[in-house]
């Protein structure tokens, strides 16, 4: 069973920062590309930002120059750097592997709050 296990989420007013975390098995996460999604309260689950295992990156237009997504292949961890934060990025992050293009396994979530 794919165990993927997200971390870092929490309360933060606007303007701020979130780092979160992602870990994986070795094996999974070295064969796989990799992705955060989110979910706000209402609505469906959005692709949020995805990369590769030769490290492309894709984000989606909300997000743009205001996340980062990075792997760190020894630590079998994908990060999501999220920089000024707004209350529209409030939301359930999931970590997700991504397979012919579309989310495979996911994680159980983690909480993120924007407070303005």
């Known amino acids: 069973q794919v165990q993927l296990v997200e971390s870092g989420g929490g309360l933060v007013q606007a303007g701020g920062s979130l780092r979160l975390s992602c870990a994986a098995s070795?094996?999974?996460?070295?064969?796989?590309?990799m992705g955060w999604y989110r979910q706000a309260p209402g609505n469906e689950r959005e692709f949020v930002a995805s990369?590769?295992?030769?490290?492309?990156?894709m984000y989606a237009d909300s997000v743009k120059g205001r996340f980062t997504i990075s792997r760190d292949n020894a630590r079998n961890t994908v990060y999501l750097q999220m920089n000024s934060l707004k209350p529209e990025d409030t939301a359930i992050y999931y970590c997700?592997?991504?397979?012919?293009?579309?989310?495979?396994?996911w994680g159980q979530g983690t909480q993120v709050t924007v407070s303005s």
């Open positions: 997700a592997t991504i397979r012919f293009g579309r989310p495979g396994d």
């Open positions: 990369i590769t295992i030769l490290r492309r990156t």
């Open positions: 070795r094996m999974i996460f070295s064969n796989n590309n």
